[in-house]
Structures are given as C-alpha cells and as structure tokens.
C-alpha cells in the first residue's frame, strides 16, 4: 500500500473520443507502454487490449464500457478513460465525460470526421471539456492530415492550431515536424524509440511556412502572442506554447497532432501535448453544488471539504466497485461519508488505483483523483459523496432517454426470480437502461440506447449469470405531438364529497411548438408552458399547479399512450372559489384538461430518425441505395472515396433492425455503417400499425 504523491496541478484527467474504430483503444494501448504502465502492446484483433477486458469487448472487437487506467509521464499522473466509439453507448461517454477535465479527440486521418466524432465532439461541448486532436492512421493509404484538418474546421467549426507536419505518406509515414519547436522527430531506428533532429532540408521551407502560418493564427486569437507577433513578426517557442495552452483551455483553438498508434508513432508527442496543454483539476473552475437552497463552490482543494460524484458502478468478481472523481477534499480509508442524495452514510472500504480490470489499493485519495472504491453498499452513478458536517448536491450525468425496447422473459419459472435480481443488478451499472412491466400484457420490457445496447446487456446477463433468456423482437420509443390545436378548451374540476370540496376552473389555448417538435425526444424541451391571465383571476401558485397537472398529462397521448412532446399549452382563463380551490384541485383540472385538449386536436406520431452511413464498396451502391429506399431512408449525400462511397441517408430507427446482417449480404461482407440519432419524425400510420402487429 502507498500514499499518494500527486498534487492536483500533476495530474490530468481525461478520456479519449472518437468514432468507432478510428483507433482509440489502439491509443490508449500505447499510451500505457510508452509510459510503463505496460510491458507488451496490446492489440484489438488478437483481444490482448488491457481496456478491452470484458469478453464481450474482445468477442466484437469494440469498446462496449467506458474503462479507467493510470499511468504517469514526465513527473505528472495521468488518469486516462477509453470510451466506446459506438452510438449505443453514448451514455458511458456521457458519464465519462462529466467528470474529465480534458480529451485527446481521435480522427482517422482517411475518414476525417465522422458521424459519431462529431457526436462525442457535442457531448464534449456541453461540458465545456477542452480538447486536443490526435489524427491516427498516418500510415494508411489514402491518409491526409490536411484534408482530416479541414473536417474538423468544416465540420465542428472550430479553429485547428496543427503543430506537426508529416515526414512520410502512407506506408512510408516515419515521423513529424514539431512545428513549434522546429526539430524532426523520426521513428524506426529501434522498435520503441524515436530520434530527435534538424528538419530535413526537403521539408524545411514548407516546415517553415507551416510554422509562420501557426504562429499567424494564434496571433489573431491571443492577444500576448499578438503583442509580440506585431513587435518581432515571430513567435518564440515559448510565447507560441503558453498561447496554445491558453487557447485549449478557453475553447478558443483546437491543438492538433498526428501519427500511427498502431506502428507505435507519435505516441509520446501526444503525452507531452497532453502535459502542456490540457488543464489540471487546479486549472479547472471550483465545482458548483447545491446546499439546501444555496449554490456552494469548492475548489480542487486537498484540505477543502470532501465532496465526490460516483460516475460508475461496476460488479466484479470481488465485489461492487464504484468509480469517483474526487472535486475536494481528501478521502481516507475507514473515513465515513456522506451520500447527500439519499442522506444514508458509506463506509469508505478499500481505495483503489484503477488499471481496467486490475487494481491497486492506496490508502487515501485527494482532490483532482479518480479511483474505484470497493465496499459502498447504496451509492449509485451519479450519487454525491461528501464530509457529513459538508453535505453538498452535485449535478449527476444527464442520463439520456432509451430508444428501443425488447420483452425478456426468463426460460423457466424457477429462474424469473434470478432474471430479476440479474436486471436490477444491470440497471444499476448501466443507467441508460431502463427495466418496467407492461401493465397490458405484463411482460418485463427492457430499453435502451439501440439494438446492439440491448444485444450486449442481454448476453451479460446470459454469462455472468448463467440464465436462458427470451428475448421479444425490439420495438421503438414513439412519441405524440399536436398537429393542429384548439384553442378556448374550458374545464371545470368540480369534485364535492363530504368535508370541504375541489373547484378549478381553466381555459387553455393548445398549439404546436415552434421548430422541431420532437428534436429532444420528449423532454422537457419539446413542452412550453405560458399564462396569459390577467386580473389574478388565477392565482400564481395555482398557475404553477396547472403546469404540473399538464406535466403528468404529456405522460400518455390519445392516439397509442405514448409520451407527449411539442406542444406549447397557454393558460387564458380561469376562475377561483374562495373555500374550495387548492393547488391540488388546479393540477387536477391542468391534467384533465389537457387530456380533453388533445383527444380535440389533430394529433401525428413520431418515431425516432437516424443519420446512416454507409460505406461500400462502388459497384454495391446501387443495391445499398434500393434497400434504404426500401426502408424508408432519404439519401441525403454521398462521398466517393478510393474505391468505395460513403452514402449518408436518414432512415427510420425501427427499419434498421436487422440491417447490418443484410448489408453484410448484399457487399459479401464488405460494407459496414454507422448511426447516430437526429431526433423524431411523423411516422406513416401504415408503417406503425405494422410494427404494432410485429
């Protein structure tokens, strides 16, 4: 056992995002050799990957949990969370990113930026996570940095600060420029080693150029580089440093470096990037709370009180391990702690330096760090731990809303009990899942993020807990919204049975939403509430209550139960009794009258729409463009690349399921697509009545 020596201005936090297969796990698998934390390069096609430890990960061959390692470089710890590439695992970067402090975004350098890069790129946004840009696969054919370094410009609108410059295309790709320090830096010369020299005389001119145009563009974003740039017409190394430090952190420019993870160069520019420019927990704002009514501040302060977000919660053959980001304070072995969620208290067991499926025990954890602690009975992702004289409220991961749903029922009756438990269990670990009963039919129905989410946490349930498992065909989250309103609805809540009575009496105007009526899937977005009362013919408080009885309304709409989104409902009227109304007799007219409103109005469903695209090879387009025509896709473009063409199309969500088998057969194996959610659409009634008939 040993105490932690970092303080938190040597520590980074950050995760690695990307696209599915652009070579994040490939990344970070030579992060932890280049910096010792592995003896051996683990590889994804052989399944020797340290993050990729779940069998399930190895069998697919793709990131499927977020997974947390710990290495150090140049005196700093790095605490590193390879994230899942695949849409339908959004959630975990979701929750990974909530509590980073930096990303190495990756690119690959043929495909640019891609559909779910540019997903993962938003999650970042909203997070305010500062990022730097690592483009991979220089050695592949077709590789070109400038041509990525454009998407990235075109495509997440943001301004790329490249500072290397490629020795070597394709195959022959050898090493970099490092623009600014202007030396070579040249891989090969031993199997982990590079060479640090003078710039090759064939690159110098256009090392040089690349150089001024650099320092050009931070000059116009930094305003010391600016001083200096306007009185020297240079920037030196390091003005020109200090300037893309800032610069990362405020959001303002995108640092951008290349290389090949797989041939094992470019690794260790990367980690000094990572070092120099990303922000340490110390460099970050103090985290916000909430303390009964009032928002507190902390600051990444060691002697600060503890406060701590717990991000995952994972079972493991040892027992339950939960993940922290601590934000304050310092957390002990034996200390007891506060959940200030649930107000019950933890035992902190022991504390444990993350590596994948492997751990080390430290005997205390300080603000800026990220460790697993094994022993916590109740606390759940997105719980705040804190000092009980401290408490303090977090904001927890946004979870997002499920999208598909598939009936599980358990092979016998003597397992259903089992089934239970194993799926309680999952919810847990994973709360982008959602486990209900069909008051209909009564099946349990389990949803989630897509087709291959439930896939995985199916076959998790089947091997981890050695059940037989039926699994119903899926079926999608649709949603109602108002085509055409009413306006002028009057509803009067009478209620008189003995003691005093319920009286409220509303008029509501009920309308379509402005803009995409289904662009949040349903939340509390796509729902606009306003009064338009005059005189205090409704007092404020009631008016309050009316909104909430049209809340409980939207849960299920007229035309098959589905929740209600995109609608704007206007309180004009209403009237008072002076002994009987309450804020219980308003909420009840509010949802009574709403549901009165829209049996009245024109109603539409909505499905949820996905953005596909498909690569395959040129002479399957034809047959690829037949079936998402069939499918009810609308092509919207289409990209030719060496050899193959990248088709991009918006297809229904509940038309894809099955599709990546049938793709397979129509390129013999060779096509493949990615998706990512764009939001909701009006479904034809014929195509719902026949998903409803299955």
């Known amino acids: 056992m040993r105490t932690h020596l970092h303080t938190s201005t040597t520590v980074r936090n950050l995760g690695i995002l990307a696209h599915v297969d652009a070579g994040k796990t490939t990344v970070t698998e030579r992060i932890l050799y280049a910096t010792g934390a592995t003896h051996k390069r683990g590889e994804v096609h052989t399944g020797t990957t340290v993050t990729d430890f779940d069998p399930q ?33 959004s959630d975990e970067v979701e929750r990974s990113l909530r509590v980073l402090d930096g990303a190495v975004a990756v690119f690959d350098a043929v495909a640019g930026v891609e559909p779910q890069s540019e997903s993962v790129w938003r999650q970042a946004d909203r997070h305010g996570v500062p990022r730097i840009v690592f483009v991979n696969k220089m050695d592949r054919v077709g590789a070109d940095l ?134 340490s927990p110390a460099d970050m704002p103090p985290v916000r709370g909430t303390r009964g009514a009032a928002v ?96 303090l409220v977090l904001e927890p991961p946004r979870a997002a809303a499920p999208v598909v749903s598939v009936a599980v029922e358990a092979g016998n009756s003597t397992e259903a009990g089992r089934l239970s438990s194993a799926l ?25 993020m897509g087709e291959l989410h439930l896939e995985v946490a199916v076959e998790k349930i089947r091997r981890s807990h050695g059940l037989h498992i039926g699994v119903g065909r899926p079926r999608v989250a649709y949603r109602e919204t108002v085509a055409r309103g009413v306006s002028g609805l009057v509803y009067r809540h009478v209620k008189q049975d003995g003691g005093a009575g319920q009286f409220a009496h509303v008029v509501l105007d009920v309308e379509p939403l402005d803009g995409d009526a289904g662009g949040d899937a349903g939340g509390d977005g796509a729902f606009d509430f306003r009064s338009a009362v005059v005189g205090g013919r409704v007092p404020q408080e009631y008016v309050r209550a009316v909104e909430s009885g049209c809340r409980d309304a939207l849960a299920e709409g007229p035309l098959g139960g589905h929740p209600v989104t995109g609608l704007r409902v206007t309180l004009t009227d209403g009237a008072t009794h002076p002994k009987d109304s309450s804020e219980m007799a308003f909420r009840a007219a509010g949802r009574f009258a709403l549901r009165e409103a829209l049996r009245a109005a024109a109603m539409e469903l909505l499905e949820p729409v996905v953005e596909v695209v498909v690569t395959v090879p040129d002479d399957a387009v034809g047959g690829v463009l037949g079936d998402l025509a069939a499918r ?34 129509r390129t013999q194996g060779r096509g493949t697509f990615t998706t990512r959610p764009t939001g909701y659409a009006p479904v034809p009634v014929a195509a719902y009545r026949q998903a409803l008939s299955g």
């Open 296 to 391: 507190e501040e902390r600051a990444a302060d060691p002697s600060a009180p503890f406060a701590a977000l717990a991000f995952k919660v994972s079972a493991t053959a040892t027992g339950r391990l939960t993940c922290l980001r601590v934000y304050a304070g310092t957390m002990r072995k034996g200390e007891t702690v506060l959940d200030a969620g649930t107000g019950r208290t933890e035992r902190i067991g022991r504390i444990l330096r993350v590596q994948a499926d492997h751990h080390a025990e430290v005997d205390q954890a300080v603000a800026g760090d990220i460790v697993a602690v094994a022993g916590l009975k109740g606390t759940r992702a997105g719980s705040t731990l804190c000092a009980p004289d401290a408490p």
């Open 632 to 665: 009810r896709g609308r092509v919207s473009g289409s990209t030719a690349r060496t050899g193959t063409t990248a088709v991009t199309a918006t297809v229904p969500l509940a038309e894809l399921f099955g599709y990546a088998s049938r793709l397979r057969s």
């Open 146 to 279: 400038d041509q990525a370094v454009a998407s990235v410009q075109d495509r997440l609108h943001v301004v790329p600060l490249v500072v290397q410059l490629p020795i070597g295309q394709e195959d022959g790709f050898r090493g970099t420029v490092d623009l600014v320090h202007m030396r070579a830096l040249i891989w090969g010369a031993g199997p982990d080693s590079f060479e640090t020299g003078a710039v090759p005389d064939a690159l110098y001119e256009e090392a040089r150029n690349r150089r001024r145009l650099l320092e050009e563009r931070v000059a116009e974003l930094h305003p010391a580089a600016l001083e200096e740039y306007c009185a020297t017409s240079a920037l030196s190394a390091s003005t020109l440093s200090a300037a893309l430090r800032d610069l990362t952190r405020n959001g303002e420019g995108v640092v951008v470096l290349c290389g090949s993870a797989y041939r094992n160069r470019g690794i260790e520019p990367l980690l000094d990037a990572v070092v120099s420019y990303l922000p």
């Open 57 to 89: 990960e190895r069998d697919r061959g793709i990131t499927i949990f977020a997974a947390a390692v710990s290495c150090t470089w140049d005196g700093h710890r790095i605490n590193l969370i390879d994230t899942p590439g695949h849409v339908d695992f």
């Open 424 to 448: 309680a269990r999952l919810v847990e670990e994973d709360p982008s899942l959602v486990v209900r009963t069909d008051p209909e039919t009564g099946q349990t129905v389990l949803s989630g």
